[in-house]
């Protein structure tokens, strides 16, 4: 099984600042690794996909990168909506498909 | 517009059963695989079953194995879980998931909280 690692816990910003989260994995699992955003109540949104590319209508301040086995998501400049959990998710190598354990973004 | 409606669940005992569905509009259900991910409260997100887009294919997280069917019928747009010989330890929101780009999941149901009790 693929765990996948990340850090900060937690990570406290203001709006306006740049937010850089990370994720490792146990093991390579080449670009393929999502990222999502949960706000509390609400389902998971997909933001990232194969580690660099944007999904639908998610805005240009979010970007990926990385491959192998770490990963960063950057927020450039931090939106009052953004302040969420960010989730990885790898699907390299599943059974099972594997999350990271999230990172919060919250307000300073 | 993709939307995945979900109903079941609610409170199950220790031992007993419950069944989740997730009705599905939007797209096209019977070419696309789906998934169920649970997140206990408080906690992060845990692949439960995915499905192939024609249900020959299924496969389950191991704290699940034996105990919980993953099932569809194409003809009315639908995704189960059947939750059998439940535990405390299954207490969580379901979401059920449409995969997108190779086990991604673009679309989540809302959700639906699953309490287990003795």
């Known amino acids: 099984e693929i765990v996948l690692t990340q850090s900060p816990a937690t990570l406290s910003l203001s709006p306006g600042e740049r937010a850089t989260l990370s994720c490792r994995a146990s093991?390579?699992?080449?670009?393929?690794l999502a990222w999502y955003q949960q706000k509390p109540g609400q389902a998971p949104r997909l933001l990232i996909y194969?580690?660099?590319n944007r999904a639908t209508g998610i805005p240009a301040r979010f970007s990926g990168s990385g491959s192998g086995t770490d990963f960063t998501l950057t927020i450039s400049s931090l939106e009052p909506e953004d302040f969420a959990v960010y989730y990885c998710?790898?699907?390299?190598?599943?059974?099972?498909?594997?999350f990271g354990g999230g990172t919060k973004v919250e307000v300073k | 517009e993709v939307h995945l409606l979900q109903s079941g669940g609610g409170w199950g005992q220790t031992g007993g059963s419950l069944r989740l569905s997730c009705a599905a509009s939007?797209?096209?259900?019977?070419?696309?695989?789906m998934v169920w991910v649970r997140q206990a409260p408080g906690k992060g997100l845990e692949w439960v079953s995915s499905?192939?887009?024609?249900?020959?294919?299924?496969y389950y997280a191991d704290s699940v194995k034996g105990r919980f069917t993953i099932s569809r019928d194409n003809a009315k747009n639908t995704l189960y879980l059947q939750m059998s010989s439940l535990r405390v330890e299954d207490r969580a929101v379901y979401y059920c998931?449409?995969?997108?780009?190779?086990?991604?999941?673009?679309?989540w149901g809302q959700g639906t909280l699953v309490t287990v009790s003795s």
């Open positions: 499905i192939s887009d024609d249900g020959t294919y299924t």
């Open positions: 998710q790898q699907r390299n190598n599943w059974p099972p498909l594997t």
């Open positions: 093991q390579s699992v080449h670009s393929y």
């Open positions: 998931a449409k995969e997108w780009g190779g086990w991604y999941f673009d679309s």
């Open positions: 939007g797209f096209t259900f019977s070419s696309q695989a």
């Open positions: 194969d580690a660099i």
